[in-house]
C-alpha cells in the first residue's frame, strides 16, 4: 500500500478468508500473534430496561449464529434469525425527519395514503428542523411552515419547533442538529431501529442500534405503515486496540479507516466496531465514528452498548429496550484490526472524505478560515478538545475561526462547563480570548452550504479546515471552496497558524 505509516495489517498470513455456501460471503479468521490485543468479547450485559419486543429470541430457536445488526433487524421482523442478503419486512421504532424533507416525505405520504390518512404512530415521529434555520430565505421558513402544519394537522408528539428564527434562545422547544438532538433527548435506545431522512442518521448506531437513512419515498411509506423492506447487510468488522494518544480524536480514527478501505470499501454493509480503544471512547466519540460510516458507503455503523451507553441513557429516557450483542462464531465479511497506539493525526484533503493524510504532511497548506461543528464535530466534547488547544497555546488564531454548537444543550456547555486545567475558564471564554468568533445559534449551518446568509458558508474559493464530515465540490458552499476535514484538536492548531497544522506541536 502507498500510505505505509498506517497501522492496519495487511499482510495475507495476518487475513484469512474462508468462504461459505450461503449469502453471507465469509469469514475471517485471524493467526495466534493478532489475539493478544484483541478487546474482551461482552457475552452478556445485564440491561437497566425490557423491551416487550424481543422475537429473535422468542420467535423461535436459533440456529445460525448472528452479528448485532442481523439481530436487530431479526428482533425487527419478528423472525428467529436472519441471514445477509435477505429481504426483511421491519417494523421502525423511531422515524426522524429534518426540515429540508418534511415538504416532500409529508406530501408523498397525502398522495399515497390520502389527504386524510394519519401517521401509524405519532409517538414515535421525530420532526426536527436544523438544517436551513436562521437564515432570510422565505423558501428555506416555507420549508419548516410545512412541517409545522403538518405537525399540528398529524398532532405529531415530538415536534422541536423553532418560530422566532432571530434567537433560538426564544424557542424552549428549539434543539438544533437532529442527530445529536435525538440522542440528547432520549431517542436513540439500544436494539431498536431507527431511521432518519439523512444519510447521517447513523449516528445513532453508537448506541447499539440500527440506524440508517432513507429517502422520502421510503419514509412516507414509514410513515403509514410503521415498516420498511430492507436487505439485511453483511457486516464488516473494525478491531481497533491499543491506548488511544492524547493528540488524536475519534475523528481521527474513522478518517483512517476510510482512507484504508475507501469511500465505497463499505457500500451497503454494516461497519461494526469493538476493541479495547471504542471501549475507552465515550458516548460522543463512538457517535463520530458512526457518523462517518456513510463516508465509506456504509449502510449503518455500530457499537455495542455497555455500562457507558446505560449511564449516558439514564436521565434521558424510561422506554424499555433491549441490547443484543452480535455472537461468538457469527460471519463476517472482513475483519480489519488497527492499531490506535501508533496512529497519528490525519485529514481528508480536498475533494474526498478518503483523501486521508498525515496532518504533518500538510503543513505547507495555507489556510483561510477553521470551521468547528456539525453533527461529526459540534458536540459538548468536540469544544472542549478545541478550547484544550487553544489553551495550551496561548495564542490568538490566525485565521477566521467559527464555531457552531451542535444543540441548544451544547451552546449552554460552552458557556457553563469549565474546561480542565484552566483555573474555571469556560470553552466560551478560552475562545474569546483566542479570538474566535462567538459561538452561533446552534444549527447545521454550513455543513452542507445552504443560503447564502448561512453562517460560516464558504461564499468565495477559500480554503477552510472543518471538523464537518463532507468535503466534495461545493459542500460548504463556493464550488471551488477547498476543505480539509480534521478533529477539533486539528483544526484548533490549524487556527493558531493559518496552515494545516498537526496538533501535537501544541501539546
Not at 434469525?81 to 425527519?97: R, S, Y
Not at 398522495?111 to 434555520?133: C, L, Q, S
Not at 430565505?137 to 432571530?166: G, L, M, P
Not at 504532511?361 to 459538548?380: A, H, L
Request: charged content about 25%; hydrophobic content about 35%; overall charge neutral.
Amino acid at each position: 500500500m502507498a500510505f505505509t505509516c498506517s497501522p492496519f495489517i495487511t499482510c495475507k498470513k495476518d487475513l484469512c478468508f474462508f468462504s461459505f455456501h450461503d449469502h453471507s460471503a465469509s469469514f475471517i479468521i485471524t493467526d495466534e500473534k493478532c489475539k493478544k490485543t484483541t478487546s474482551k468479547k461482552i457475552v452478556s450485559v445485564v440491561s437497566p430496561h425490557k423491551n416487550k419486543r424481543n422475537p429473535s429470541s422468542a420467535a423461535g430457536s436459533r440456529k445460525t449464529p448472528m452479528t448485532v445488526t442481523e439481530k436487530i433487524l431479526a428482533g425487527a421482523s419478528e423472525k428467529s434469525e436472519v441471514k445477509a442478503g435477505e429481504n426483511a419486512w421491519v417494523n421502525v421504532d423511531v422515524l426522524m425527519i429534518n426540515d429540508i424533507t418534511c415538504p416532500g416525505v409529508s406530501a408523498t405520504f397525502k398522495k399515497e395514503f390520502g389527504n386524510t390518512a394519519k401517521v401509524w404512530d405519532r409517538e414515535k415521529i421525530v420532526v426536527i428542523p436544523d438544517h436551513y434555520i436562521f437564515t432570510n430565505d422565505e423558501r428555506a421558513h416555507r420549508n419548516v411552515d410545512t412541517a409545522r402544519d403538518f405537525c399540528t394537522e398529524q398532532d405529531i408528539k415530538y415536534f422541536y419547533d423553532i418560530q422566532d428564527r432571530t434567537n433560538f434562545r426564544a424557542n424552549p422547544d428549539y434543539k438544533g442538529v437532529c442527530h445529536i438532538a435525538l440522542a440528547q433527548e432520549g431517542h436513540c435506545r439500544p436494539g431498536e431501529v431507527l431511521l432518519g431522512t439523512d444519510s447521517h442518521t447513523t449516528s445513532a448506531g453508537a448506541f447499539g442500534q440500527f440506524a440508517t437513512g432513507v429517502g422520502n419515498t421510503d419514509a412516507a411509506f414509514i410513515l403509514g405503515t410503521g415498516k420498511i423492506l430492507l436487505k439485511v447487510p453483511p457486516t464488516l468488522r473494525f478491531v481497533l486496540d491499543g491506548e488511544m494518544p492524547n493528540y488524536l480524536l475519534a475523528k481521527d480514527l474513522i478518517l483512517d479507516i476510510i482512507g484504508e478501505i475507501s469511500m465505497s470499501g463499505a457500500t451497503y454493509k454494516t461497519m461494526e466496531f469493538v476493541g479495547t480503544t471504542i471501549e475507552s471512547l465515550s458516548m460522543e466519540e463512538r457517535m463520530t465514528l458512526c457518523n462517518m460510516v456513510v463516508e465509506a458507503g456504509g449502510k449503518n455503523g455500530i457499537v455495542a452498548a455497555d455500562q457507558k451507553t446505560y449511564q449516558y441513557l439514564e436521565d434521558k429516557t424510561s422506554a424499555p429496550f433491549e441490547p443484543v450483542y452480535s455472537d461468538e462464531k457469527a460471519r463476517f465479511l472482513a475483519q480489519y484490526r488497527f492499531d490506535v497506539s501508533k496512529m497519528e493525526p490525519l485529514v481528508a484533503k480536498p475533494h474526498s472524505p478518503d483523501n486521508r493524510a498525515l496532518a504533518r504532511e500538510c503543513s505547507n497548506v495555507k489556510i483561510d478560515r477553521v470551521y468547528i461543528g456539525s453533527c461529526t464535530g459540534g458536540k459538548t466534547e468536540d469544544f472542549m478538545a478545541a478550547a484544550k488547544v487553544f489553551l495550551a497555546s496561548g495564542k490568538t488564531v490566525k485565521v477566521p475561526t467559527f464555531l457552531v454548537p451542535a444543540t441548544q444543550k451544547v451552546w449552554m456547555d460552552l458557556y457553563t462547563l469549565e474546561v480542565p486545567g484552566s483555573g474555571g475558564k469556560t470553552c466560551s471564554q478560552i475562545f474569546e480570548e483566542a479570538g474566535c468568533d462567538t459561538p452561533a445559534s446552534p444549527s447545521c449551518a454550513a455543513c452542507m452550504g445552504g443560503p447564502k446568509d448561512t453562517y460560516g458558508r464558504l461564499n468565495e474559493p477559500k480554503v477552510c479546515v472543518s471538523t464537518t464530515n463532507r468535503n466534495f465540490p461545493g459542500r460548504m458552499g463556493h464550488k471551488e471552496g477547498q476543505v480539509y476535514l480534521a478533529s477539533p484538536y486539528t483544526a484548533a492548531a490549524s487556527a493558531l497558524t493559518g496552515f494545516v497544522t498537526d496538533p501535537r506541536k501544541f501539546f
